[in-house]
């Protein structure tokens, strides 16, 4: 059997209660509602790079608002958080000291339940996963959310460190990748070269480094290239040598320049060298010469004085040495006896005066 259905009269109790029920139903329905929402992140990884920033979103379904909610962006512990967003305002008593100053929830949507965490300066300690938790009275919800930091490093460079296997062990280094990089050889055409060793050692600031190193033959490629590649970011460094370089080093023009300089100056040195032997040699021939004919002179001059005194010459050069003696002996020439000499065809005569004659007649 069937119920009968009760009516209610307009004046009875219950007909008045009606707008009450009503009230009540509707609150219990927008509670069951707020009650019923998720919490959704993003289907993929965020990739940030070190150094810049990092945006983590999260949004409510249905869409409502999450202004009067509990927000809260934390990693290992539910306590210690990353950003906390509670009572229409932002909370730092309990965020991490790593992030504090570094982060900020963008609520330009909020009232659609969309809101993000920005954090800034990103860091390798930054990697990892996160969850965004929703808090709505005594219903609540999450998500999870993994952000994976990526940093390119250095160029790599490339040095020589001696010879091995009959070759050239070629080094390549590069630093400051995160996570660990992939480090290869690789020839002209791209093909990947066997390595002879190859280590990928972490940093004190926890990037990490890439050492590679090969052995080089003059029977290797042209030009060999390092490259040092990121697997996240799918982002390589590569830098390249030349073989030929290696084994026969490329001329330092600066080196040439100054060898050519030296050359010039040596030849200029020669040159001034040579020059003063010439001028010293001619004045020693002029001098020699100049001796020969001062010599000359004083034997013509000795020659036409014998030719021109004859005897009396003899007698003169005799008379000449006695008194130079007699005069060192102090000996006075008045007390000496007179020289007499006689030649042929002339008389007794004092050989002063034979002297001054012979001058006379030359």
Avoid at 15 to 42: D, K, M, N, W
Avoid at 227 to 232: G, I
Wanted: proline share 5%; with cysteine; charged share 25%.
């Amino acid at each position: 059997m069937m119920g009968k259905i009760p009516m209610f009269s307009p004046g009875s109790t219950v007909s008045s209660a009606l707008p009450g029920y009503v009230a009540l139903c509707l609150a219990l329905q927008i509670h069951r509602l707020a009650s019923e929402f998720t919490v959704i992140g993003p289907d993929r990884p965020i990739i940030a790079s070190l150094g810049g920033e990092a945006v983590l979103p999260c949004h409510l379904s249905p869409r409502m608002s999450a202004e009067n909610m509990e927000l809260r962006w934390f990693r290992s512990e539910f306590s210690i958080v990353v950003h906390l967003y509670r009572d229409g305002q932002d909370q730092y008593r309990h965020q991490m000291p790593e992030y504090q100053g570094r982060t900020e929830l963008l609520k330009g949507d909020i009232k659609n339940g969309s809101v993000s965490l920005r954090i800034r300066d990103i860091r390798p300690s930054d990697n990892g996963q996160y969850k965004c938790f929703f808090q709505s009275g005594v219903s609540y919800k999450d998500a999870f959310l993994e952000l994976q930091v990526a940093g390119l490093g250095s160029a790599p460079a490339i040095s020589v460190e001696g010879h091995q296997d009959r070759g050239i062990r070629v080094v390549c280094r590069s630093a400051g990748w995160y996570p660990e990089p992939e480090a290869e050889w690789r020839d002209l055409l791209g093909k990947i070269l066997q390595s002879d060793s190859e280590k990928i050692s972490p940093e004190a600031n926890g990037l990490f480094q890439a050492e590679i190193a090969i052995v080089l033959t003059e029977e290797s490629n042209q030009k060999v290239s390092c490259c040092v590649r990121n697997p996240q970011l799918n982002q390589e460094r590569e830098s390249e040598i030349s073989v030929a370089e290696l084994f026969f080093p490329r001329v330092n023009p600066g080196l040439v320049a100054l060898g050519v300089i030296l050359a010039i100056l040596a030849v200029l040195i020669l040159l001034a060298s040579y020059c003063i032997w010439r001028q010293h040699r001619a004045k020693e021939t002029l001098r020699s010469e100049l001796e020969s004919e001062k010599e000359k002179l004083r034997s013509d001059l000795e020659r036409e004085k014998g030719q021109c005194l004859g005897p009396v010459g003899i007698a003169i050069t005799l008379f000449e040495k006695m008194w130079y003696r007699n005069r060192s002996a102090s000996v006075s020439l008045s007390t000496s006896p007179k020289l007499q000499i006689h030649s042929r065809g002339m008389g007794k005569t004092d050989g002063t005066e034979l002297a001054s004659r012979c001058r006379l007649q030359g």
